[in-house]
């Protein structure tokens, strides 16, 4: 069965305190991981696609990394704006996108 | 240049109505997709429209449920009968093509009373 894990649930760190987010996923013929941010209230905003093992990409803070198992999304000295749910999706076969139930993260000031 | 727009951003109604949920989709998108996020949930995918193609309608959760895509541009998503347990956020997405990355809108917050 096609799905994606992701952990943990919620995550507080302390401003400055890195950290990684996992993003898990047995999907068929894998052909893009995406991460989102999703703030409350809003939709999610698109952050970084993924095609192949070994792929890293960086914006700001965040770095994403793949493997043929699992994503990281690396978070480099946070600040209390990078307070969100991040969501990871993998593309499928087809149309199919699964999303992942996201990791609540909150820095701390 | 403009995102995917939603309307409304909120919705309250009665058990029983029928609502029209409304989807501007990025100009250009040949892909449009619809998701429920209930409180706590991950999105739930509920269908998938890509150029003149047939609706997936896989996701729909009953036959209250419906979506139209006209002139392969604006989508409207009616829930008939509408029941407590629809009360959510719709989100809709756009993409250039069914395997590329998704732009979400800003969703409809729909509270069924």
């Known amino acids: 069965e096609d799905q994606v894990t992701q952990s943990p649930e919620a995550l507080r760190l302390q401003e400055g305190e890195s950290s990684s987010l996992n993003c898990s996923y047995t999907v068929s013929g894998l052909r893009g991981l995406f991460w989102y941010r999703q703030d409350p209230g809003k939709g999610p905003e698109f952050l970084f696609t993924l095609y192949s093992a070994g792929e890293e990409k960086e914006k700001e803070r965040l770095k994403a990394t793949l493997t043929k198992k699992e994503s990281f999304l690396h978070i480099t000295a946070p600040k209390p704006e990078d307070s969100a749910t991040y969501l990871c999706a993998g593309g499928g076969t087809g149309n199919q996108f699964y999303f992942g139930t996201g990791t609540s993260l909150t820095v701390i000031p | 240049g403009a995102g995917v727009s939603q309307s409304p951003s909120n919705k309250v109604t009665e058990k029983g109505k029928d609502v029209e949920l409304r989807c501007d989709p990025i100009s250009g998108h040949t892909a449009l997709y619809w998701y429920r996020q209930s409180l706590g949930q991950g999105l739930e995918f509920l269908i998938y429209f890509q150029g003149n193609s047939a609706p997936d309608k896989s996701g729909l959760p009953s036959d209250r449920f419906s979506a139209e895509r006209t002139g392969g541009s604006v989508s409207t998503l009616t829930i008939q009968r509408t029941q407590q347990e629809d009360s959510a956020v719709y989100l809709c997405?756009?993409?250039?093509?069914?395997?590329?990355?998704?732009?979400f809108g800003p969703g409809t917050r729909l509270t069924v009373l």
């Open positions: 997405a756009s993409s250039l093509s069914g395997t590329d990355t998704q732009y």
